[in-house]
């Protein structure tokens, strides 16, 4: 079992705190701590500490002002061309193609600070879930010592289904309800050029599978790799198609004329190739080409049609015990085999996903509108403070810190040890907070938005957590008790000992 090589999947799962019967939402919170602090102020009582304590409880340091490996750097549309792709990309614009219809105001949501999640390596493992990650998704939906509710979407790099598709098998994973609205794979922001492009080559996934959602997004003229065999067997000698593959593989001579009469416009990678040889094979066939024409050959090797990738990632955290190559792999092949045979020139392909700012940028505006329909909260405005949660450095930790550095609300990275990041080792991309688990990449994160709410000092520099019993005193006008735990999930649990 490849998990068992994995300290943080053995370990007992943490014991939860029960929930407080309390219901206040981050506002009414936020009002009621307004009413303390005056009070607190009457009694005499220090100043807020306004010290972050993540320098402390992260044994890195901050990750501001890291440099920016942009030799492999991946495309970003929104703010890039270059020469090679003579159309500017579009800018990836709306992640919800319906309207966005507001819910009434959930009074227990938190309104100021949101989750975001990796899956692979964070949340599931080899199809399977991580324990810790359904008592993570317990506490976010309001099972947590505040009995508040915290917005949450989910951001992964992989895809070859639909989003419904997945959002099903996340759901059943998670023990909770997973919507597509909450929801952004490698593929999801491809949507944007389905109008950009006529003919377009889709590559990688099971079966049908990507071309299905790649026409179900509006891409109008999607072909695949098996209708090109099919068409021409010689076009991968050692790739034989199977019955399944010939009887949904569509006849591109059926279209009449030639195959050079068929021009790709571009080609988009929406999932793990199952076959990279055939696939590599054709990719550079059309990278070749005389403008996308198929078998055609490009004298110069500079007309080939963009290639775009889903994502950038070289590794992934799948079931065996070591890490798998990923789709970034594949890009790095297309890039090196294309100098290689077109006489030195440099292909250029491009790629969404982690660690791009567009595609934070892009979760940014899911996520304002998924607090909009889910929980009532105004779309215009984006959480003060969303954390990220992921197991890749170089994709989600160095995605996270970028987007913090150009974002005005604070993104605040925090790394997993369940995933690709192996502990003990020192990440080329630095996260504000690294934790064994997703749990407690949440606990944390709950954790730092009630201090910043609610904890002060006295005049000994002993911390009082403004919990329940700390607001009764201040509201009755008496002095809390300052020997209160600092920490409110661990009196909490303290409680629940008690009882
Ligand atoms: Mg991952």
Same mark, same amino acid.
């Given at each position: ?54 320098? =402390? ?22 703010? /890039? ?24 105001? &959930? ?10 999640? $990796? ?35 989910? !951001? ?35 949507? /944007? ?48 198609? =199977? ?28 999932? $793990? ?28 090797? $500079? ?17 065996? /015990? ?43 505006? !899911? ?23 992921? &197991? ?22 925090? !790394? ?41 000092? &006295?005049?000994?520099?002993?911390? !009082? ?21 600092? $920490? ?5 649990? /303290? ?5």
């Amino acid at each position: 079992m490849s998990t068992n090589n994995n300290n943080t999947l053995t370990t007992p799962v943490p014991q939860r705190p029960s929930m407080c019967p309390r219901q206040l939402s981050s506002s009414s919170f936020a009002s009621a701590f307004e009413v303390a602090r005056t009070k607190l102020s009457e009694l005499g009582v220090e100043e807020p500490d306004t010290d972050d304590d993540d320098n =402390t409880l992260s044994p890195f340091s901050s990750s501001s002002g890291e440099e920016d490996d942009s030799d492999s750097s991946p495309y970003s549309p929104s703010v /890039e061309s270059d020469s090679s792709t003579s159309e500017a990309a579009s800018p990836l614009h709306s992640p919800l193609t319906a309207p966005v219809t507001p819910a009434s105001l &959930d009074p227990d949501v938190a309104d100021n600070f949101a989750f975001a999640f $990796d899956i692979d390596g964070v949340l599931v493992r080899g199809g399977k879930p991580i324990p810790e990650a359904i008592e993570a998704m317990k506490v976010l939906n309001g099972e947590n010592p505040f009995g508040i509710k915290v917005p949450y979407i989910f !951001l992964t790099n992989g895809g070859g289904k639909f989003e419904t598709e997945r959002c099903r098998d996340l759901s059943r994973q998670l023990e909770i309800d997973v919507s597509p609205g909450q929801f952004i794979c490698g593929h999801t922001p491809m949507r /944007e050029f389905a109008n950009k492009y006529g003919t377009v080559l889709v590559v990688g996934g099971e079966g049908e599978k990507c071309r299905e959602v790649a026409e179900s997004y509006g891409f109008r003229d999607v072909i695949t790799p098996g209708d090109i065999i099919k068409a021409n067997a010689a076009t991968a000698p050692f790739r034989a198609l =199977t019955e399944s593959e010939i009887k949904n593989s569509r006849d591109l001579l059926a279209r009449g004329g030639k195959m050079s009469d068929i021009v790709v416009e571009a080609v988009f990678v929406f999932a $793990d190739s199952r076959d990279w040889a055939s696939d590599l094979q054709i990719m550079l066939d059309i990278a070749q080409s005389k403008g996308g024409r198929l078998e055609t050959r490009s004298e110069n090797f $500079d007309e080939g049609p963009p290639i775009y990738f889903s994502h950038n990632d070289v590794l992934w955290s799948a079931a065996h /015990e070591h890490v798998r190559l990923g789709m970034g792999a594949l890009r790095k092949i297309v890039e090196t085999v294309f100098e290689d045979v077109s006489g030195g020139r440099k292909l250029k392909t491009h790629a969404f996903g982690k660690p791009q700012v567009s595609t934070f940028e892009f979760a940014t505006r !899911l996520l304002q509108q998924w607090r909009a329909t889910q929980h009532g909260l105004a779309e215009s405005e984006p959480p003060e403070t969303v954390y990220f949660v992921g &197991d890749t450095p170089e994709s989600d930790i160095k995605g996270t810190n970028a987007m913090n550095e150009k974002s005005k609300n604070e993104w605040y990275s925090i !790394l997993v040890k369940t995933g690709v990041y192996q502990a003990g080792t020192e990440p080329k991309h630095k996260p504000r907070k690294l934790v064994d688990t997703v749990l407690d990449a949440v606990n944390h994160g709950i954790r730092r938005e009630m201090a910043k709410l609610g904890t002060r000092k &006295d005049g000994k520099g002993r911390k !009082l957590p403004l919990d329940d019993a700390a607001l009764k005193a201040i509201s009755e006008g008496r002095t809390p008790n300052f020997e209160l735990s600092a $920490d409110p999930f661990a009196k909490a649990v /303290e409680q629940q000992q008690v009882q």
